[in-house]
């Protein structure tokens, strides 16, 4: 479906009955015994910080469950971890996170459109490369307050391009891994590939 090319008022719609499910997803018990199982299975937590954009649906794009991803927004994915609110917000997750046992990884995000660069982010002025910029900005001040040895806390730089949902993943090294051009046998690799991106 091309959601981004119809008139806004169906993509409100849309916008509003994808709440709607989602919502009555989330409530079901069901929903609930499978976040809790998944939640015991798997050790890392994911927090996300990305644009309050309302294409930037993480979940939906990668196909995780609802209600896993702990999303933290601003104008423009625009955050300073020095903000005394923010910073407090953050460093209680990641105890809380931490003292249950768990590992956190941060997925600092910004948004571009491979097809016209005014459906980009309007927060940076539709300039992807100062999106990307600060992105790794955010990523080292993660880092500071956290650590850079990434064995509790790790700040993953992600692109994430609204044409396609499909993420980005930047390495250490300024290499990128785009998502959406992998083929299925490209996917029988992908940990190998993550490994070489992210040492």
């Known amino acids: 479906m091309d959601i981004h090319g119809k008139p806004i008022e ?22 609930w015994l499978a976040r809790e199982r998944y939640l015991a299975e798997h050790p890392t937590a994911i927090a996300v910080l990305k644009c309050m954009d309302g294409r930037i649906n993480i979940p939906v794009a990668t196909n995780t469950p609802v209600g896993l991803l702990m999303p933290f927004r601003n104008l423009g994915g625009i955050f300073d971890l020095g903000w005394p609110h923010l910073g407090e917000v953050l460093a209680h997750h990641v105890q809380r996170v931490v003292n249950a046992g768990r590992h956190v990884v941060f997925l600092v995000t910004y948004h571009y459109s491979q097809g016209d660069p005014r459906r980009g982010c309007a927060g940076f002025q539709y300039d992807t490369a100062a999106a990307i ?63 070489a991106l992210l040492p």
């Open 10 to 31: 169906e993509r409100i719609e849309w916008l509003f009955g994808l709440a709607d499910r989602h919502s009555a997803i989330f409530r079901s018990p069901e929903a």
């Open 133 to 195: 910029a600060h992105t790794y900005e955010i990523r080292r001040q993660v880092e500071h307050i956290f650590g850079t040895d990434h064995s509790t806390v790790y700040p993953l730089v992600c692109g994430f391009e609204t044409d396609e949902d499909a993420l980005v993943i930047h390495g250490t090294a300024g290499d990128r891994l785009d998502l959406s051009t992998l083929t299925s046998t490209d996917r029988a690799t992908l940990e190998l590939r993550l490994a």
